[in-house]
C-alpha cells in the first residue's frame, strides 16, 4: 500500500482502538486491528506501529518504566491532549467514526425503547456510547481482571466509576476514573462500603467489620482489607479522583 500522511480521523480510530485493546493484543495479529487497517487502506503493522507509538505517550506507562515505541508524529500527541482534555467528546466522536466504518448507525444501540421523560433520542445514544466505550477502555487496561480478586469472567466484570458518572461530566469516559471490579466488589464500592487509597490499597469500611463469624464476609471483604491493587497496563487511577471517593462517598463511620 501507498504510503501517505494519517488524517485527524484517522488517528482519532487508532487511538480508539488502543484504548479498547489489552495491551498485550496490540499486535498486527489482532482480528480488530487488522479490520482497522482494511478499512483505512493500511497495513496491519502500520496500525501497530501506530498503536505502539501512543503507548509511548501513556503516563501509566512511563511511569512504570514501560515504554512504547521509541519515536512518533507530534499529531499522536496532539491526538492523546485531545483525549486528555475531553473524554466525553472525543470517545463519542471516535465511536462514532468507528460505528460509520462498520456501516452502522449508533441509533441501532438503543432500537425502539421508550425514552425517560425529558430526554431526547441523541442525549439516550450518546449516553448509551460513552458508557460502551468506558467499560471496553477500562477492562482493556486491566486485561480482563478485576482489580481486586482477578476474577477473570468478563460477564462477572464491571467498568466502576471513581467520580460517579453524575458528578463529573468531563471525566465520566476518562479511564483513569475506573477501575475494573467483579460486581460485588463493584457494588460495595459504588456504595461506599470499601474504597480504594492513594496507595492503591483496598480499604474497608468499618461498617463491614462483623459483631460476629460469618465466613462469606471474610471471604469476599476481610480477605481483601489493605490488600494491594492490582494495577492496570495502562491509566492508573487518577489520585484526585481517589480522593473524592475517600472522602465524598466512602463511609468511614
Known sequence: MPRHNWSHDELVLAFNLYCKTPFGKIHNRNPDLIALARAIGRTPSAVSWKLANFARLD??????????????????????????????KLAYESERLMMRLRDQ???????????????????????????AFFRSAVLAAYDLRCCITGLSTPELLNASH?????????????????????????????????????????KLSPLLMPRAQNHALDT??????????????????EPDFLRYHNAKIFRAS
Open 59 to 88: 503516563p501509566s506507562l512511563k511511569s512504570r518504566r514501560i515504554s512504547g515505541a521509541a519515536h512518533g508524529a507530534e499529531a499522536e500527541r496532539e491526538i492523546w491532549a485531545e483525549f486528555s482534555g475531553n473524554w466525553e
Open 105 to 131: 448507525g449508533l441509533d441501532a444501540l438503543i432500537g425502539t425503547e421508550s425514552f425517560p421523560e425529558g430526554r431526547t433520542r441523541e442525549a439516550v445514544i450518546r449516553a448509551r456510547v460513552n458508557q
Open 162 to 202: 471513581i467520580v460517579p458518572w453524575n458528578v463529573d461530566h468531563k471525566n465520566r469516559t476518562n479511564p483513569r476514573n475506573g477501575l475494573c471490579l467483579n460486581a460485588i466488589h463493584d457494588r460495595a464500592f459504588d456504595c461506599g462500603l470499601l474504597t480504594v487509597t492513594t496507595d492503591y490499597r483496598v
Open 220 to 237: 469476599f471483604f476481610l480477605a481483601y482489607d489493605n490488600a494491594p491493587l492490582t494495577l492496570p497496563r495502562r491509566f492508573i487511577p
